[in-house]
């Protein structure tokens, strides 16, 4: 773990190492358990879920609504092979009560969004008014899906009564521009899940000193390769000369050479420090890295850092040895309850290194909520 100065601020950007990931090799591989079918109960049989995300305070609380939760999650249409929901991913909205998920629609209307497609984000509710960050991928009206990502947010109020949730949603504003000197602007890459480039995922957190800021998952524009992959930074300001909402920032972590996706990254406070998670799957670190798909996490004292990569490595969790694709997208909560959506599972094969093809073993619903201990520079399953 080496932290070195960033060129734009003060604060030091967290290089993610080789060395750091060899250290796995001297250890027990902490897991989830293993998913039982009762586990897997699906939304709709029409409908798959994935990348889940509550309306939340500012510090990731989730707001209480209507007896329960308003959760968001990317959803699409129940294709054939489940890899195409990422060409018709839509955000949806739900009511999470009583432990269950209710589906209750989409959240925009079509066309609504910049984009062909929404992926993820987060969403924020302060003073009454809702701030939905998300993603909008490739163009509005293209005849062929591109992999442009632009980082957007729409406000609305919330609904008093009745069948409505939202009173109305104000139109997408971008949030934050990359320039190609630090942040990559082209994000096609070689066009193959995993080997896409990154400028998504937003999400806000306010530091000690009462200033915003918007987290994504972003890629190198200085190293230019397959495995380039940074969690990027934005502070909410009027310096942009892009014209952002959000001001760009230095990294905050800096994985290249190492991986290409650490994707949905956020913050959680807890027990008077800061854990920023993120997750990434086996398929995109570096050749030579022998890492798992999981959840990952540093730690600081305070958002300017230094941040310092959890258990000296990384790593939080894997899924099972015997279930390598079983969960993705993980969500920690400030009470350490971590959400996720079930990908393919019950496939019982510790080898395998592609994911099954078809719906035989696809989940595409909300999983089971796992929880974390964290306790200084350790994190582990409860």
Not at 177 to 200: C, Q, S, W
Not at 211 to 231: E, K, M, P, Q
Not at 306 to 314: A, C, E, K, Q, S
Request: with cysteine; proline share 7%.
């Amino acid at each position: 773990m080496n932290p070195h100065p960033a060129t734009l601020e003060s604060y030091p950007t967290l290089q993610w190492t080789a060395r750091d990931l060899a250290r796995l090799r001297d250890i027990s591989i902490p897991r989830a358990p293993v998913f039982t079918p009762s586990d897997v109960r699906r939304i709709a049989e029409n409908l798959d879920v994935w990348d889940a995300w509550p309306l939340a305070s500012m510090h990731g609380i989730p707001v209480r609504w209507r007896g329960g939760e308003l959760w968001f999650a990317l959803a699409a249409p129940a294709f054939d092979d489940p890899e195409e929901r990422h060409g018709a991913a839509r955000i949806h909205h739900f009511h999470r009560i009583d432990g269950q998920f209710r589906h209750i629609g989409a959240t925009f209307e079509e066309g609504f969004t910049p984009g062909s497609r929404e992926w993820s984000g987060s969403a924020l509710f302060e003073d009454g008014v809702v701030t939905l960050y998300f993603t909008a991928a490739g163009e509005r009206g293209e005849t062929e899906p591109t992999f442009r990502q632009r980082i957007f947010a729409c406000t609305t109020g919330l609904a008093e009564a009745g069948d409505g949730v939202f009173t109305g949603w104000s139109g997408p504003v971008e949030q934050v521009i990359p320039a190609n000197i630090v942040y990559m602007n082209r994000h096609d890459g070689t066009g193959e899940l995993g080997e896409i480039k990154a400028f998504r995922d937003p999400a806000p957190w306010r530091a000690e000193d009462g200033v915003d800021h918007l987290l994504f998952t972003a890629s190198s524009a200085r190293h230019l390769g397959l495995h380039n992959g940074l969690i990027g930074c934005a502070r909410r300001g009027d310096a942009d000369p892009e014209g952002g909402v959000f001001e760009k920032r230095p990294p905050l972590v800096d994985a290249t050479g190492v991986n290409n996706e650490l994707e949905r990254p956020h913050i959680v406070a807890h027990g008077g420090r800061l854990y920023l998670f993120w997750s990434t799957q086996a398929k995109v670190f570096a050749p030579g890295i022998d890492a798992p798909t999981g959840l990952y996490g540093a730690v600081a004292d305070g958002f300017a850092g230094p941040w310092r990569l959890l258990n000296g490595h990384g790593l939080v969790f894997a899924n099972p040895q015997g279930e390598p694709f079983q969960a993705y997208s993980w969500w920690v909560l400030p009470d350490l309850s971590v959400t996720s959506f079930v990908d393919y599972w019950g496939i019982d094969d510790a080898a395998a290194e592609r994911k099954p093809e078809g719906r035989e073993y696809f989940g595409g619903t909300f999983a089971p909520f796992l929880h974390l201990r964290l306790e200084g520079d350790v994190a582990t399953l409860r």
